[in-house]
């Protein structure tokens, strides 16, 4: 506690900005924090962040600059441990996608690392809005294992809490992916959102495409695909629909150069033929949460590789498909109710797969907005109920799925 007794809340991003989705989780996190009754909410930055403009909070007087990622012993001295960790209470760490090794053992286990060094130092620790797939590497399940079991673990999805429960033998917590609280919000210098409402306004079926490099290649986790080949099939194959005048927005979602977003996205523009051009927008940058969900609240059907993407699309009421390489995206549709949007992506794009689905999407789209508008509400609650019971301590771990949104009569074809 601080001198007078106010408590005071840690928020820990699951590595440096960069990515819409992750921006959007600190600052629905700290929102959150905040509307539960915290006034002291601070987040850890980290030395080599960038300002990427994607709507991360601005930083708070009492912002904590880590010297390192991952973290490191070597760097992270006992004096800056103290420093980082003294005073907070809470601390919450948003694990996301990082706490299976998918990505890498490395980023895994240094969130680890920061959860065990606040625990240390007097903290109480959640990790929270984490996904888990259900083949996890092995050092990473062996520290899980090793955390207090006083550190309980939040999982965004039932798969998840299941996969991690079977992996650990460490209880899951059930929660909601914290982005769903992400407001839309407009901006007079957004190309890509005067566009579409443009071509909207006119009548036209405008599609946003959110590539990942990390789709489409014999190892989703390997060396980032740049092939444009096949969601450049996908686009031409979309504008020849017959019956419907299509536009593409194609929109990254990371904005470090290393991770492939951006370079995908150029690759994309490079290869399309240009009989097609006119009909495509492609953004060099990401968009903020908030312009995100405004803008794909314009568009008739969101193909979305990227998670957040998917859920900003959720939000804003717009039917998806959603190409899975992770489990993490089948597992928020079931939570929704709309597990028949995804699409399995595990042997890369199938472009015949994917356009049939986007037809059969479209065709039934109304419904699915009305299943979309059940959907989204309940996932709100969820997730501020998450952050009750993690600032409480309370909350039952997990032992079957909830069945607050009834699922979904409609079925869509299995191309």
């Not at 809340?9 to 924090?33: H, K």
């Not at 962040?49 to 991360?56: K, M, P, S, V």
């Not at 809490?161 to 909601?176: E, K, M, N, Q």
Request: charged share 20%; net charge neutral; with cysteine.
């Amino acid at each position: 506690m601080t001198g007078d007794g106010r408590r005071r809340v840690l928020i820990v991003p699951p590595g440096p900005e960069g990515g819409v989705g992750d921006a959007a989780v600190v600052q629905m996190l700290a929102s959150a924090v905040r509307d539960a009754g915290v006034s002291d909410v601070g987040v850890l930055t980290y030395a080599a962040d960038e300002d990427w403009g994607l709507g991360a909070l601005p930083r708070p007087p009492d912002f904590v600059v880590a010297p390192s990622w991952p973290f490191d012993r070597a760097r992270w001295s006992t004096a800056t441990i103290q420093e980082a960790f003294r005073e907070y209470d809470d601390v919450l760490v948003a694990g996301n996608d990082c706490i299976d090794g998918g990505y890498s053992n490395e980023g895994s286990l240094a969130l680890l690392d920061c959860a065990r060094f606040a625990y240390e130092h007097g903290a109480r620790v959640s990790l929270v809005n984490c996904s888990f797939n259900q083949h996890p590497t092995a050092p990473v399940v062996a520290g899980l294992r090793a955390l207090p079991p006083s550190i309980r673990i939040w999982l965004r999805d039932a798969i998840s809490a299941r996969s991690f429960r079977a992996a650990t033998s460490r209880p899951a917590f059930l929660g909601a992916e914290i982005a769903f609280l992400v407001e839309p919000s407009a901006a007079d210098d957004s190309v890509p959102l005067a566009w579409v409402r443009r071509h909207a306004a006119a009548g036209d079926h405008v599609v946003a495409l959110v590539p990942n490099p990390m789709v489409g290649t014999a190892d989703p986790l390997g060396a980032p695909q740049r092939d444009p080949g096949p969601y450049v099939a996908i686009i031409e194959r979309l504008l020849r629909a017959a019956g419907r005048a299509t536009r593409v927005l194609v929109i990254p979602n990371d904005a470090r150069p290393g991770v492939g977003d951006l370079e995908l996205a150029a690759a994309i523009a490079s290869a399309l033929s240009a009989a097609w051009r006119d009909a495509v927008l492609v953004s060099p940058r990401p968009l903020p949460a908030r312009v995100l969900t405004e803008t794909l609240g314009h568009v008739a059907l969101l193909i979305g590789a990227r998670f957040h993407a998917l859920v900003m699309a959720l939000i804003a009421g717009t039917p998806v498909v959603a190409l899975e390489y992770q489990d993490k995206m089948r597992g928020v549709l079931r939570e929704c109710g709309l597990e028949a949007l995804w699409v399995p992506c595990e042997r890369g794009l199938d472009v015949e797969r994917v356009v049939a689905r986007a037809d059969a999407t479209l065709a039934q789209a109304a419904a699915l907005r009305a299943g979309i508008a059940r959907a989204v509400p309940a996932m709100r609650r969820r997730a501020r109920a998450m952050i009750a019971d993690v600032l409480a301590g309370s909350g039952a771990p997990f032992s079957s799925p909830l069945h607050e949104i009834a699922s979904m009569v409609i079925e869509i074809p299995r191309s």
